[in-house]
Every structure is written in C-alpha cells, then in structure tokens.
C-alpha cells in the first residue's frame, strides 16, 4: 500500500505561484511513476505532470501547463513536488497527488487534494 498526503494549496492571485508537496509513505518501490491530477468544478479530473521515481526522473506535462509547472522529486524525503508559476485562473482545481508502477500501471493510489483557487 501507498499512502500520499498533500500541502501547499491555497488562494493566489493570478500570475502567481504555488508550491505543492506530496509526502508518499508504505511501499514505494524504484519503478513507481508519481504525478498530479486536477479536477475543476465540473470537469472531468485530469492529468497534469508526471515523473518516475528512479533514475532520471523522465517528466511528462499536460500541454496546458508546460512551461509554467515543474515537477520534481526528492528521493531523501519520499516527497514529490508540484512547483506552479504564472498561474492562470483557469487552474483553479483540486489536485490530487497519484502513484503507479510505471510506466504502464493504472494510477491506483491518490491523495486526498488540496484546493488551489487562482482568483483574478
């Protein structure tokens, strides 16, 4: 089992930033893939950014958020961060923290969220 816990969401206005953290605990293993949903009032959940936990740490970003988000890792701390920049109204979401063995694994294991409201 694999146990995540979010932080950092909060109220921001736009053009700023937010810090997300994800402390992951149980059984993370070398291959996991870790990443961030985020669900809208009213929209579907989606995939926002990825990386795996071993090796490079290969990223993967929804088109949206390229160039604007960054995420990363720190092994040391079992925590995956989810750094947002130039924030935009429509980012205003939920967003989950999420694991799965890589890099074809169903994305089994969620957070409980945090809210981030990009106000205007």
């Known amino acids: 089992q694999v146990q995540l816990v979010e932080s950092g969401g909060g109220l921001v206005q736009a053009g700023g930033s937010l810090r997300l953290s994800c402390a992951a605990s149980g059984r993370i293993f070398r291959d996991y893939e870790m990443g961030w949903f985020r669900q809208a009032p009213g929209k579907q959940r989606e995939f926002v950014a990825g990386?795996?936990?071993?090796?490079?740490?290969?990223?993967n970003y929804e088109t949206s958020v390229k160039g604007r988000f960054t995420i990363s890792r720190d092994n040391a701390k079992n925590t995956v961060y989810l750094q947002m920049n130039s924030l935009k109204t429509e980012d205003t979401a939920v967003y989950y923290c999420v694991a799965r063995p890589a890099p074809f694994g169903t994305w089994d294991y969620w957070g409980q969220g945090t809210q981030v409201t990009v106000s205007s």
């Open positions: 990386i795996r936990w071993s090796g490079g740490g290969t990223t």
